[in-house]
């Protein structure tokens, strides 16, 4: 394939999230779960990667990639432990975080949602309570007031779509639910609420009620935002399969699409930009999903390098905004697949965007092994190894390929260390 050099303007990152780094997250409802019996967590997040800590220089060996942009999440638990204490040294550190960003040159790209909440909030209520949509703004107005005029794209909510696709995919065995029911059963005993919930472990019958209330929460996160910087590009990041068809297998790639994008792509409408996250690649037959050949990635799929250009097209052609490719990459122990995975994803999106869909740029997922949610520490998507013990970073093969892709696109302007 030819190269087709993306944009100086596009932006090149890596992805990472509050809870998956940065440990000891303690008032939040995420790690209320982990501790819990029973619990659907393998382990608990405990110090994660020590990133609260090593913050510094975890974006000095983004910067070392050649990157321009750093995605990170605020983490409402720490800001917020108490319903209504607001901790100023937690605010202190994200602002610390940002200002860290632009010294590196590193533009800073911030969720303000990355599926963990506090600990108080999922105990009243969670994201369905009435209040809710107004707690969650805030919260972000207040890191707006702190930080706002600062960051460069806003991200409001991410994932909110992740528990369809898991269910819809069937990428979870059945007892997993039942384990999860019985797990926030138990949480709420142990809270004194008559409810818990947390926004990545949402039981299959509250599907439709949750959806609602995320559109609220997102929808007062925006207007917060704007009210304080009306210039600054909000959007919200959804979880999208590349869903592809054989002959006869349309109606139900249309059913999954339906089902799983089409309520956030329209919702996107709104926006500034809808922020795609894709790790895989689904094809439909007459029958059902198909079982491809070719080698396999941690979940089970077929490595399909394609699978980003794909779901870019669909998040556009739908939401009629550009893209921001806020994750992508191979959870795989194997760091040469990864290696060899990301330069042929990009190229394959950046012939999507000569094609004509818009896209704004392209973050890794992720920039350390970390804390995976309910798979622990079991499963590795990390451009850098993390020792368990002594907390260092290793860079693996696949970081320098991540670099040497960056570098063929942005060519003199990293040399120059510009933007």
Partial sequence: MTHIRLPDTFLWGVATAGHQNEGDNSASDTWFLEHITPSLFREPSGPACRGYQHWASDLDLAAGLGLNAFRFSVEWARVEPERGV????????????????????????????????????????????????????????????????????????????????????????????????????????????????????????????????????????????????????????????????????????????????????????DDDFIGVQNYERIVHGPDGEVTVEGERNGMGTVIAPGSLAGAVRYAHEVSQVPVLVTEHGIQTPDDTQRAAFVPAAVEELAAQVAAGTPVLGYCHWTLLDNFEWIFGYGAQLGLHTVDRDTFERRAKPSAQAYANVVRSHRGTVAARGGN
Wanted: proline share 5%; aromatic share 8%.
């Fill in 86 to 269: 607001v901790d100023p040294d937690a605010l202190d550190h994200y602002e610390r975080m940002v200002d860290g960003c632009l010294e590196r040159g590193l533009a800073p790209l911030v969720t303000f949602n990355h599926f963990t909440a506090p600990h108080w909030f999922a105990a009243d209520g969670s994201w369905t309570a009435a209040e809710a949509p107004s707690r969650f703004a805030e919260q972000c107005d207040r890191v707006m007031a702190r930080f706002g005029d600062r960051i460069a794209y806003a991200v409001t909510l991410n994932e909110p779509n992740l528990e369809q696709l898991l269910q819809a995919g069937a990428k979870l065995p059945p007892e997993a639910e039942a384990v999860k029911l019985q797990m926030l059963a138990a949480a709420a005993r142990a809270a004194g609420s008559g409810t818990y919930a947390s926004a990545n472990v949402i039981p299959a019958d509250r599907q439709d009620e949750f959806q609602a209330a995320f559109t609220r929460a997102h929808r007062a996160a925006r207007e917060a935002i704007k009210a304080r910087r009306a210039d600054l590009p909000v959007g919200v990041s959804i979880a999208i399969a590349d869903e592809v068809a054989l002959p006869g297998g349309e109606e139900r790639r249309d059913a999954k699409r339906a089902a799983v994008y089409d309520h956030w792509l329209r919702e996107a409408r």
